[in-house]
């Protein structure tokens, strides 16, 4: 059976330095602890695998009458922006940025650039409006793709495992170098190319994650975002709606993480009693979909392009999953 070499293990994760048994990884034969991965990753909140969900709680005692998820007076992002970093020696996704280059968002030529630059605005990213701070002041409807780096330093290779303080490693170096900007409210999303494993549990655990973590007395907010094609249970495509396999799976999972940064930035805001942000009580359901010209399944089209993403959970009228507000 191919598998990711265990050349080490911590509360049974796999950690830096091992090389792949097999450049085909698979998920692992036991079953794993989201739980006691995030106690071995403080700081993150993981979009666990399709078909998984957290054991229900309570965390703690909601309202009487909240639509099913509970604001506990963190701080929220209002207008939220995203920077890419394509940590990679290669192009990870075509029409994407050349190695060792930077930009503006809008430089991005990639499907996942596209997507990122259109979401915002949008009548499904307008569900995050539902949510609020503690004044009543709402999120706003809004994403701007701010920058992005195609890091090409300290790349892992295929078959790598990639510890959770190496991705914020990475990021630092970005901003201590000046080819990173830093500002509060940008989620700085850290891609990785084919076989790479993200954080350490991609696959066995999560598809994606995001987390925040302080340098130099600046609260940073990040996602790790594996190439999610490598594994059946990160990707839901039927098809490819713009005939690019990767982007196309990679797209439903930074929406998640972009929406839940948005209204959970430090894990201490907004959600439900099991522990569920906004994006997880909606994580892989699709509502109405329809068949695109190539004959691949998508439910929502953005700037032009069809997409397939998941709902997104609605604070309001006793709470659902929709695709758009």
């Given at each position: 059976?191919?598998?990711?070499?265990?050349?080490?293990?911590?509360?049974?994760?796999?950690?830096?330095?091992?090389?792949?048994?097999?450049?085909?990884?698979?998920?692992?034969?036991?079953?794993?602890?989201?739980?006691?991965?995030?106690?071995?990753?403080?700081?993150?909140?993981?979009?666990?695998?399709?078909?998984?969900?957290?054991?229900?709680?309570?965390?703690?005692a909601a309202p009487a009458a909240d639509n099913g998820i509970t604001y506990h007076g963190g701080p929220i992002i209002y207008a939220q922006k995203v920077a890419a970093i394509y940590w990679s020696s290669g192009t990870i996704y075509p029409g994407g940025p050349a190695p060792g280059t930077t930009g503006s968002g809008s430089a991005d030529g990639s499907v996942v650039g596209f997507f990122m630059s259109h979401l915002g605005g949008s009548p499904y990213y307008n569900i995050n409006t539902t949510y609020y701070d503690g004044t009543g002041t709402h999120i706003q409807n809004s994403v701007t793709y701010t920058q992005f780096w195609a890091s090409n330093t300290n790349v892992p290779l295929p078959g790598m495992v990639v510890p959770d303080q190496l991705i914020q490693a990475q990021i630092v170096s970005g901003f201590t170098s000046g080819t990173l900007t830093y500002a509060p409210n940008t989620l700085y999303l850290v891609f990785s190319d084919q076989l790479v494993n993200l954080g350490g549990a991609f696959g066995l655990i999560y598809c994606?994650?995001?987390?925040?973590?302080?340098?130099?007395?600046?609260?940073?907010?990040?996602?790790?975002?594996?190439?999610?094609?490598?594994?059946?249970?990160?990707?839901?495509?039927?098809?490819?709606?713009?005939?690019?396999?990767?982007?196309?799976?990679?797209?439903?999972?930074?929406?998640?993480e972009t929406e839940e940064t948005n209204t959970d930035e430090d894990l201490n805001a907004w959600y439900d009693s099991s522990g569920n942000e906004n994006a997880d009580k909606?994580?892989?359901?699709?509502?109405?979909?329809?068949?695109?010209?190539?004959?691949?399944?998508?439910?929502?089209?953005?700037?032009?392009?069809?997409f397939l993403v998941q709902r997104n959970w609605v604070n309001a009228n006793g709470g659902s999953c929709k695709l758009s507000w």
């Open positions: 059976m191919n598998r990711w070499l265990l050349c080490g293990t911590t509360a049974g994760f796999l950690i830096a330095g091992c090389t792949p048994e097999s450049r085909n990884p698979t998920q692992a034969t036991s079953p794993a602890d989201p739980a006691a991965f995030q106690l071995q990753n403080p700081g993150t909140h993981l979009m666990l695998l399709r078909g998984h969900t957290r054991p229900i709680g309570p965390l703690g994606a994650y995001h987390g925040n973590f302080t340098w130099n007395g600046n609260d940073v907010k990040y996602a790790a975002m594996p190439h999610d094609i490598d594994f059946p249970d990160c990707n839901a495509l039927n098809g490819s709606p713009n005939n690019d396999p990767a982007a196309d799976a990679e797209v439903n999972t930074l929406a998640h909606c994580a892989w359901t699709f509502g109405s979909t329809y068949t695109t010209p190539n004959g691949a399944t998508a439910n929502m089209n953005l700037g032009g392009k069809d």
